[in-house]
């Protein structure tokens, strides 16, 4: 999942300590969200800054994703093509239910 910040802020330098707070709490929301309604071992977040930190979005974001015992994911390789859209919607509807409660 992503949290995004409805406000245009380029990258973490550029947005107010204020509104970091309230993304920070959001995405601890998500990351608990994720962790209850997927069944991981963990969760993950991450946040680009500068072409030299990786960054190629220029608003800010924050990455918020499960992890697995074992799921090697910084030695893994992506997977040819794209998810359908059914394959997505499973995993979108979990946290969507867990949030409408």
């Not at 707070?21 to 680009?48: F, P, W």
Request: some cysteine; overall charge negative; glycine content about 6%.
């Amino acid at each position: 999942m992503l949290v995004v910040p409805t406000a245009h802020h380029e990258n973490l330098y550029s947005i107010p300590a204020e509104a970091y707070r309230a993304v920070g709490d959001l995405v601890r929301e998500v990351a608990i969200a994720i962790r209850e309604t997927y069944g991981c071992d963990g969760v993950s977040t991450r946040q680009h800054n500068e072409p030299a930190g990786n960054q190629d979005v220029w608003h800010l974001h924050i990455h918020v994703f499960p992890r697995f015992e074992g799921d090697n994911l910084y030695r893994s390789r992506p997977q040819p093509g794209w998810a359908t859209f059914a394959e997505r919607q499973i995993y979108a509807d979990r946290p969507r239910t867990y949030f409408a409660q």
